[in-house]
Structure formats: structure tokens, C-alpha cells
């Protein structure tokens, strides 16, 4: 267990939907990152967050948009996505470990129709 | 951030060792070297972290040269459970602020009963 959960673990949404995203940490992290790994690809850095605040935004498109309550809570609200959106997206948290390392949740796993 | 170059895919048998070798020539003084590690569908997972000389833990071991333009992590033994991705990232040590990591395509390691 990573200490990093992310909900829900699949998702399947039609191009006119809109759903959201949930990520949660309990390891007393201040950092939060959101990441997309499309098939056979890298992984993508999408938003970072410290200490609640957007700290990066890599030319990610408005149908994306990240929402961070809190240190302990992450959100990807999604609309009008596209089927090459179609991904796993990652959600992960850093600033408490030895060295700095990032934890990652499992993922969801987001199909665009 | 710093480039870093891997091979693309190793094969292995099982209880042999394994060393993969990322070059990182534009790595920075402030740098440290970072490996995780990615099974199919999850997140990737923290490996092991160093600066200079070697650095060994319970699961793997990272030897970096005086010149510290490439690092070899190094997997004793492997089994089939190893088989994975292999991620090598070259940027800020534990200053425990966010950071923004660049993942490449890794190194797909394979072990063969």
C-alpha cells in the first residue's frame, strides 16, 4: 500500500460526459502531481501542486482541469474529452520521504468513447 | 532537467544479475540520480537514489563514476517478479520541495524462467 489511493480505478465516459477524478494521500505530503501514460508511452507530467498551490501546467488542454482543496486531496475534472484521451492517469505525492521521492497510486485507467 | 538515455529493452534469466546503464551527460552538480520501477497497469515505485561512488539497499544497488555522466543499477539475482520498467530520472536530490520529474521511456526488463 502506497499510502496514495485514486478512485475511481476505471472509467469509461462518453466524448460529451463529464466526470472527475480523485486522488488522496495520507502521508503528510505538500506536493501533488497528476500524470498521464498513454499505451506504450512515457509517462506525462500534467499539473504540480505545492502546498495547494498550481506550481505547473505543462500545455495541458482546458478539457482538463485540476482542483486541489488541499494537501491530502487532488481532483482531474474531465469534459469533453477526446478519444485519444483515452489513458492511465497517475496521480502521485512527494515532500516526506528520505528522498523526496515521488509515491504513486495505482492509476485510472479512463476510456474516451 | 537533465536528459538520460537508456536501452529500450533487456532480457534476463532468472538468478542472474542485471545491470542497466542510463548516460546522463548534461547532469548538473546539484543533481542526483534516481531509479524507479513500473509493473504493467500500476505507478511507478521509488528503487533507489544516489549522487556519487555507490549506493546499495535491500533491493538494488546504483554505482555512479567520479564523472557521474551515466549511473548502472544494479539488480542482484532477479527473479520473475522483476520484470518491469525501469526508469532511470536525473534531477533535484531531497530539498523537499515539488519536483518535476521527466520520465523517458525506460528500459523494459524481461526475465525468462
Known amino acids: 500500500e502506497t499510502g496514495v489511493t485514486q478512485t475511481p480505478r476505471h472509467l469509461v465516459m462518453g466524448m460529451t460526459n463529464k466526470k472527475s477524478l480523485k486522488c488522496e494521500q495520507h502521508?503528510?505530503?505538500?506536493?501533488m502531481y497528476w500524470y498521464k501514460q498513454s499505451a506504450k508511452k512515457p509517462l506525462e507530467l500534467m499539473f504540480v501542486?505545492?502546498?495547494?498551490?498550481?506550481?505547473e501546467n505543462n500545455s495541458v488542454p482546458s478539457r482538463f482541469s485540476p482542483e486541489c482543496p488541499n494537501s491530502s486531496h487532488l481532483f482531474l475534472h474531465l469534459h469533453t474529452l477526446q478519444p485519444e484521451d483515452s489513458a492511465l492517469y497517475l496521480c502521485?505525492?512527494?515532500?516526506?520521504?528520505?528522498?523526496?521521492?515521488?509515491?504513486f497510486g495505482p492509476g485510472t485507467r479512463l476510456t474516451v468513447l | 532537467l537533465a536528459k538520460t538515455t537508456q536501452p529500450i529493452s533487456m532480457d534476463s534469466y532468472e538468478g542472474q544479475e542485471v545491470n542497466i546503464t542510463c548516460s546522463h551527460n548534461?547532469?548538473?552538480?546539484?543533481?542526483?540520480i534516481t531509479w524507479y520501477q513500473q509493473f504493467p497497469s500500476q505507478g511507478p515505485r521509488f528503487i533507489i537514489q544516489?549522487?556519487?561512488t555507490k549506493v546499495t539497499n535491500e533491493v538494488a544497488s546504483l554505482f555512479i563514476p567520479a564523472d557521474r555522466k551515466s549511473s548502472t543499477l544494479s539488480l542482484p539475482r532477479v527473479s520473475l517478479s522483476d520484470t518491469a520498467v525501469y526508469y532511470c530520472?536525473?534531477?533535484?536530490?531531497?530539498?523537499?520541495?515539488?519536483?518535476?520529474?521527466?520520465f523517458g521511456s525506460g528500459t523494459q526488463l524481461t526475465v525468462l524462467p
Open positions: 548534461n547532469i548538473a552538480t546539484n543533481d542526483y
Open positions: 501542486y505545492n502546498f495547494k498551490e498550481q506550481t
Open positions: 502521508l503528510g505530503h505538500n506536493a
Open positions: 544516489g549522487y556519487k
Open positions: 502521485a505525492s512527494s515532500g516526506g520521504g528520505l528522498y523526496n521521492e515521488q509515491f
Open positions: 530520472l536525473v534531477g533535484e536530490g531531497p530539498s523537499g520541495s515539488a519536483r518535476q520529474l521527466t
